[in-house]
């Protein structure tokens, strides 16, 4: 879903670019507090996840590639704020070493994968969690159910942006349809990495699952301290 | 880990443009493709321009000719998706070979070919040119949040620690007798993807760690001084200086 340079015009390009800034200043603001001795690896861990499930491009239609956007997975594990933080540092990579996303679409692209897929995630989880049981099938399901919307959510993200500012008068509908359907099946493939990810995470180290933070009953303050300095001592 | 963080994109060699610090490229990149993108699409002229300036630097970075074009081929979705949109466009049409091409259409694939292609070309000369570590230095130098830099860095370290697992759990695989053909590897892949995040995981823990009873405070300590000297701005200013010019000869004339 990567935008290149000059699909979307430079004064959408532009506010989309102010709106990302803003987004991920309140990220860094919100994330600093969270971005603790587990969670630091475990970001960077994420991020590196994501980038590597984005390397698989699967071409769906001709003309439209999709892949993975990972933010379902990522908020599940390391919370929205910092989730959308990885995956935007995904993105600026991406776009600095590899090439992939133009540079002046850099706000398009951070505003729908970043900050739009990572917030629906997000809401999606919460809410689900609410009615689904906090154990590791309920949360493979969660993150199934939430990365199929998420991900459909996120790709009229660029409908959007096109319908503002696109550079070539295209039909709306058959714009907003083919994103939709492709990333329908997109959601599915990225729902089933997050379920088994999640699923697995939640069963051998549910402390490490960011989702379950809320729900954890454990006596003491053992909060600051990871397992591995637990065994240590 | 150590052959250093080289990322497939990046060209070791020795030229003006390796040697220019990493935040003055980021910068002349940045702004070299603002200035592109803003260009009308029907100043052709100002468009040759451009390319000629993405010459120029690579024949001063000694990048080869051939290996930008090959790189160049990420683009290639978004080429196919320019070449429907004469097809596909609105509005007043011209007959070409017996086929009816929408003029805006026309006007929007060149658009998006032309302006697609330089950035990628700028961006893959900055990647061509500068490790993994320079281009996360250069961000710090140009006061990125410190939790970007930092997710960054572990993210460019745990790659390697993911691809490293993954091809062991795959020897492991192998070992036992598993070798199923084609897409049947997919399941194997699927089931252990769980795994393989928990064992980069606890790996890359320990490592962290081990950093922090080292004393790492979220950044890795900088080698050398590392501000850039006028000169160097100068260099690399001259790049983002000469399509500006160039844009504004071409909409004035």
Redesign the interface.
């Known amino acids: 879903m990567h935008i290149a340079n000059g699909i979307v015009n430079a004064q959408v390009s532009a506010v989309f670019a102010v709106m990302a800034v803003v987004a991920l200043a309140l990220c860094v603001a919100r994330g600093r507090a969270d971005l603790d001795d587990r969670l630091a690896p475990m970001a960077g861990l994420v991020a590196a996840f994501i980038f590597a499930v984005q390397m698989l491009n699967f071409q769906v239609l001709p003309g439209v590639s999709g892949h993975l956007l990972g933010g379902t997975l990522a908020v599940m594990l390391v919370g929205p704020w910092v989730g959308a933080l990885c995956v935007s540092t995904v993105l600026i990579i991406q776009c600095l070493l590899f090439a992939d996303g133009g540079l002046t679409a850099l706000g398009l692209n951070i505003t729908n994968m970043a900050v739009i897929g990572t917030a629906a995630g997000y809401l999606l989880v919460a809410g689900l969690l609410r009615v689904l049981p906090k154990t590791p099938t309920g949360l493979a399901v969660t993150g199934f159910i939430a990365s199929v919307i998420g991900v459909v959510i996120a790709s009229q993200g660029f409908v959007l942006q096109y319908w503002l500012g696109g550079t070539t008068d295209l039909s709306m509908p058959t714009i907003a349809g083919t994103m939709a359907g492709v990333h329908t099946l997109i959601g599915v493939g990225e729902g089933l990495i997050t379920a088994t990810t999640v699923a697995t995470v939640a069963r051998v180290r549910p402390d490490l699952v960011f989702a379950l933070r809320r729900f954890r009953t454990r006596p003491g303050s053992t909060a600051g301290v990871t397992p591995a300095m637990r065994s240590a001592t | 880990m150590g052959a250093g963080h080289a990322?497939p994109?990046h060209l070791d060699r020795e030229s003006l443009v390796h040697r220019l610090p990493p935040q003055v490229k980021?910068l002349a990149?940045?702004l070299y493709?603002?200035i592109?993108?803003?260009t009308p699409?029907d100043e052709f002229l100002a468009f040759a321009g451009y390319a000629l300036l993405v010459v120029v630097a690579a024949a001063l970075a000694r990048v080869p000719a051939g290996w930008l074009a090959k790189?160049?081929t990420?683009?290639l979705?978004?080429v196919?998706?320019a070449?429907?949109?004469p097809f596909?466009?609105?509005?007043e049409r011209v007959t070409w070979l017996g086929m009816s091409l929408s003029v805006?259409?026309l006007?929007?694939?060149w658009?998006?070919f032309?302006?697609?292609t330089?950035?990628?070309l700028?961006?893959?000369l900055?990647?061509a040119t500068?490790t993994?570590r320079d281009?996360l230095l250069g961000l710090d130098r140009l006061r990125c949040?410190r939790?970007?830099t930092?997710?960054?860095?572990?993210?460019?370290?745990?790659?390697d620690?993911?691809?490293e697992d993954a091809r062991r759990m795959r020897i492991a695989r192998l070992s036992r007798g598993y070798d199923p053909r084609f897409l049947w590897q997919v399941k194997a892949f699927?089931?252990s993807?769980?795994?393989l995040?928990?064992r980069?995981?606890e790996r890359?823990?320990?490592?962290?760690?081990a950093m922090?009873s080292r004393g790492y405070t979220?950044r890795l300590p900088a080698l050398e001084g590392g501000g850039a000297t006028t000169a160097q701005w100068a260099a690399s200013a001259a790049l983002p200086i000469a399509a500006a010019c160039i844009g504004v000869a071409a909409v004035l004339r």
């Not at chain 2, 596909?88 to 509005?91: I, K, N, P, R």
């Not at chain 2, 890359?204 to 760690?209: C, H, N, S, T």
């Open positions: 990322h994109l980021i990149v940045l493709t603002i592109v993108v803003v699409r790189r160049a990420i683009e979705p978004f196919l998706l070449v429907a949109l596909a466009g609105h509005g805006d259409g006007y929007g694939a658009n998006i032309a302006k697609g330089l950035g990628v700028a961006s893959l900055l990647a500068t993994a281009l949040p939790v970007f930092q997710i960054a860095t572990f993210m460019l370290r745990y790659m620690i993911l691809a699927a089931v993807v769980g795994a995040f928990l980069a995981f890359g823990e320990r490592v962290y760690l922090l979220g």
